[in-house]
């Protein structure tokens, strides 16, 4: 399993790369094992300011449905538009494949993620933590 050390990692499996005021986030590779084959990514947030740990959008694959949560506040500014007709890219390349881009509007929040260190930690000591 991948843990690359220059992104960021929530609790619920979401990572984030921050560039500036931007950030973008997808779901880790974790996540997308539990998830299995991935076949649709819903993200009706576009141009929205969400808080953070508010749902920004689902993933369905074919044994479940999950919601996205948002690790940051922030307002939607891009959705990967590659996911619309290709959502399998997750399962492929979970760090390629982010979802949005946002830009954040509370600095002070990356405080509170998890580097990989301690992400990888998370998911050794609970490994069915995926809800």
């Not at 979802?99 to 990989?116: C, G, H, P, Q, W």
């Amino acid at each position: 399993m991948k843990y690359p050390e220059h992104l960021f990692y929530t609790r619920d499996h979401e990572w984030i790369s921050f560039e500036n005021e931007h950030a973008l986030i997808g779901i880790t590779d974790f996540a997308q094992k539990e998830l299995g084959d991935i076949v649709y990514v819903d993200i009706p947030s576009l141009d929205k300011i969400i808080v953070k740990e508010a749902i920004f959008g689902t993933v369905e694959a074919v044994k479940t449905v999950s919601d996205l949560f948002m690790p940051v506040n922030g307002k939607v500014i891009a959705i990967n538009p590659l996911l619309e007709t290709n959502p399998e890219l997750v399962n492929q390349d979970p760090y390629g494949s982010w979802m949005i881009k946002v830009l954040v509007t509370s600095a002070s929040d990356r405080e509170s993620l998890l580097n990989a260190e301690q992400y990888q930690a998370l998911i050794v000591s609970n490994p069915s933590s995926h809800e």
